[in-house]
């Protein structure tokens, strides 16, 4: 514990030797619906934290809705006394913030590692996947790709507007994959680029996609699950801040534009053992079409963590590459799993269903329990698209129906915890049950 203070310590004051101009530091975690919570701490007490003073933070800050609301969760939130849990620094997170007006600097925290980790906090939950295929001599390496879109700054009537094209000055409201479109918007690219890489993160290639003003980052393969996690949550910070300094506004809203496609996460996942063999390439691929099968078998009890609001259902069946079933492929982008061309020695799955703006912490984790299981049950999948296109098992598309489904399957109740599944479904429901409690002008104009 002493060794693990002191290289925390020697972070902080190294970093206030490089950043001196820096008084205040955001202490920031994902809550369960992707967003970060957190504090602003002066620099002078983050040295103290860093030694070893006690860092607390209301455990139910955890459980907050979209909005930002408390639900009745069981005992949570109004019967518990609102009590205060313990949370840590994440050695290797202190980096600066060039977006705000302000010299700052922000942090990562969590309660995995901690005397009482909080069971439902997502990083947690992932910890503790990842921890037992440790056990098991699983060591899983993670690429997530990340898809967003780019509108102007100013909101019309609430809606959102396609970007200006800084070169013409006009909309870029033609949906195309040209690389002119990342020239002509390279300022504020570049500037996204080269801010996640000052927080640590391995970003590589970008693209323009389909939609208008719509973009993909792919990060680097990580031996790191936790790390490539939190390279996924902070991009999407500094993406949003950094687009706002150019005078745009950066989303990774599941679904803006009924008429384009959506924005997904990606995520790429091998497996290896301790020696850094590829189990997934062994015995003629044999585990690989079990990790399949495992992966397909719990997708649909994990629709409310790869499509965790009601707009991300509205991207399921889209006009490009969006599944409405659960399937697979190889080099087939139709398929929820995907199973990219490779060596053996990168064998790996594409899992393509998740929307942007899912928790990542989460997605990695219903991922990782697919695969588990399926290498633990050994069974063969449904035939791939390439032999059938109509090839699929059906999955919940709207979210009291998915909610159900997932509350009660006893495997993800017991590899990501009864509690969390508990925690994860009410709040699922609630918000979703929040968010039908306006009435829309459609309603009016059609019923009044």
């Not at 019967?79 to 705000?100: C, Q, S, Y």
């Not at 219903?366 to 399926?374: D, K, P, S, T």
Request: contains cysteine.
């Amino acid at each position: 514990m002493k060794s693990h203070s002191s290289t925390l310590l020697a972070e902080v004051r190294s970093f206030r030797q490089n950043h001196p101009d820096v008084r205040y530091v955001d202490l920031i975690a994902l809550d369960i619906p992707g967003h970060f919570y957190g504090k602003r701490y002066p620099v002078e007490m983050l040295e103290k934290v860093a030694a070893g003073s006690p860092l607390k933070l209301p455990q139910n800050a955890v459980l907050l809705g979209a909005q930002g609301g408390l639900f009745k969760i069981g005992d949570y939130c109004f019967n518990d006394g609102d009590p205060d849990a313990n949370r840590r620094l994440v050695p290797g997170t202190l980096k600066p913030v060039n977006w705000e007006s302000q010299p700052l600097g922000q942090m990562l925290i969590t309660s995995d590692g901690t005397e009482a980790p909080i069971e439902f906090e997502p990083r947690e939950v992932l910890a503790k996947v990842l921890e037992r295929l440790q056990h098991k001599g699983i060591h899983p390496v993670v690429a997530f790709e990340l898809e967003f879109y780019l509108f102007d700054k100013q909101l019309e009537n609430g809606l959102p507007q396609f970007a200006r094209d800084p070169l013409s000055g006009d909309a870029d409201d033609q949906p195309n994959l040209h690389i002119e479109r990342l020239s002509r918007f390279s300022n504020v690219l570049d500037d996204m680029a080269q801010t996640a890489k000052d927080q640590g993160i391995d970003i590589t290639v970008i693209t323009a996609e389909i939609g208008p003003g719509q973009f993909e980052i792919n990060f680097g393969h990580c031996d790191d699950g936790l790390r490539a996690a939190d390279w996924a949550a902070l991009f999407c910070r500094s993406t949003r801040g950094v687009a706002l300094k150019h005078g745009y506004r950066a989303s990774f809203m599941a679904k803006p534009y009924l008429q384009f496609p959506g924005s997904g996460m990606h995520v790429h996942v091998s497996l290896y053992d301790a020696a850094g063999n590829n189990l997934l390439a062994t015995h003629q691929q044999q585990p690989l079409r079990h990790a399949v099968a495992g992966c397909l078998e719990l997708l649909p009890h994990c629709m409310p963590i790869f499509s965790p609001n009601h707009n991300a259902f509205r991207r399921l069946g889209g006009t490009v590459n969006a599944a409405t079933r659960a399937s697979w492929g190889f080099e087939d982008r139709d398929a929820c799993v995907r199973i990219p061309e490779s060596d053996p020695r990168n064998l790996r799955i594409e899992h393509r269903l998740a929307s942007a703006d899912a928790n990542p912490y989460l997605v990695l984790a219903a991922i990782l329990v697919g695969l588990e299981h399926g290498l633990e049950a050994k069974r063969e999948p449904i035939a791939p698209l390439n032999e059938d296109r109509n090839s699929g098992t059906d999955f919940p598309v709207e979210m009291l129906d998915a909610v159900r489904a997932m509350q009660q399957q006893p495997i993800l109740r017991d590899k990501l915890g009864a509690e969390f599944v508990e925690v994860y479904c009410e709040n699922k429901r609630q918000d979703h049950l929040a968010f039908q409690q306006e009435i829309h002008a459609r309603e009016y104009r059609w019923f009044l």
